[in-house]
């Protein structure tokens, strides 16, 4: 050994005395215990002060709630993390009141056994790594976990459905309510662009019309001199 090595060693030893705790335990485990599962699907951990903290699994879209596999994805979530103490490793940018991390049981990542059994879909917008896609397809032809069942949709798909409802649901609810709001609207008439026809509200075919096709007119004068004839009335019943 040369004399550059014997006055290396204890300049390196001053230099990580100098640190800041912080940067000398950068990789010092964080060890929370699991101890529930949210209804989003995330964990609820008690950290090492026993307070309990939410903590997303990165890279990760998970069905939750009342979205088809959401509670077959909290029951596996349940059964094999909650009472279990993990390895919690934040990664990328982090919202307020919860932790987005790599969870690790052991040496195990759990997020990525999680996705190559199928219980999730790869969140692109975390910018994951490279090879959880091919985790993802995978999973996907095996036809395992989610992508066994008959129709899989994205969470955020489905909270986009969800959302539309709920403003439909809204808008008719109201619409109830409104009686004046219903007798105009029963006095309206529903035209068929395709077809150059139109029909009272109450008596236009529904189910066969495209919402791109429709036009509405508040007379029937209106909807003549647009160029529309009348059309039979195809109320059932």
């Given at each position: 050994?040369?004399?550059?090595?014997?006055?290396?060693?204890?300049?390196?030893?001053?230099?990580?005395?100098?640190?800041?705790?912080?940067?000398?335990?950068?990789?010092?485990?964080?060890?929370?215990?699991?101890?529930?599962?949210?209804?989003?699907?995330?964990?609820?951990?008690?950290?090492?002060?026993?307070?309990?903290?939410?903590?997303?699994?990165?890279?990760?879209?998970?069905?939750?709630?009342?979205?088809?596999?959401?509670?077959?994805?909290?029951?596996?979530?349940?059964?094999q993390?909650?009472?279990?103490?993990?390895?919690?490793?934040?990664?990328?940018?982090?919202?307020?009141?919860?932790?987005?991390?790599?969870?690790?049981?052991g040496?195990?990542?759990?997020?990525?056994?999680?996705?190559?059994?199928?219980?999730?879909?790869?969140?692109?917008?975390?910018?994951?790594?490279?090879?959880?896609?091919?985790?993802?397809?995978?999973?996907?032809?095996?036809?395992?976990?989610?992508?066994?069942?008959?129709?899989?949709?994205?969470?955020?798909?489905?909270?986009?459905?969800?959302?539309?409802?709920?403003?439909?649901?809204?808008?008719?609810?109201?619409?109830?309510?409104?009686?004046?709001?219903?007798?105009?609207?029963?006095?309206?008439?529903?035209?068929?662009?395709?077809?150059?026809?139109?029909y009272?509200?109450?008596?236009?075919?529904?189910?066969?019309?495209?919402?791109?096709?429709?036009?509405?007119?508040?007379?029937?004068?209106?909807?003549?001199?647009?160029?529309?004839?009348?059309?039979?009335?195809?109320?059932?019943?």
């Amino acid at each position: 050994m040369g004399p550059r090595a014997g006055v290396a060693r204890p300049l390196l030893a001053l230099f990580a005395a100098l640190l800041p705790v912080g940067a000398v335990n950068a990789q010092v485990a964080t060890i929370w215990r699991v101890a529930a599962i949210s209804p989003a699907n995330s964990l609820i951990c008690l950290d090492e002060h026993g307070t309990p903290r939410q903590v997303v699994l990165a890279y990760l879209s998970i069905p939750a709630g009342r979205q088809p596999y959401g509670m077959r994805a909290a029951a596996v979530l349940r059964a094999q993390l909650v009472g279990r103490d993990v390895n919690i490793r934040a990664v990328g940018p982090q919202g307020a009141g919860y932790l987005s991390a790599l969870v690790y049981v052991g040496r195990r990542n759990f997020n990525e056994e999680f996705l190559r059994r199928g219980h999730a879909w790869v969140n692109h917008l975390q910018d994951p790594p490279s090879q959880w896609r091919r985790v993802e397809a995978t999973a996907r032809s095996a036809r395992v976990g989610l992508w066994a069942t008959p129709a899989p949709i994205h969470p955020i798909d489905w909270a986009s459905a969800e959302h539309q409802a709920r403003e439909v649901r809204g808008t008719l609810d109201r619409l109830a309510a409104d009686q004046p709001a219903q007798q105009r609207m029963l006095g309206t008439f529903i035209g068929r662009r395709s077809a150059k026809r139109y029909y009272p509200f109450q008596c236009a075919p529904w189910l066969e019309l495209d919402h791109r096709d429709v036009v509405v007119f508040t007379s029937a004068r209106g909807a003549q001199a647009a160029g529309y004839r009348a059309a039979p009335c195809k109320r059932s019943g």
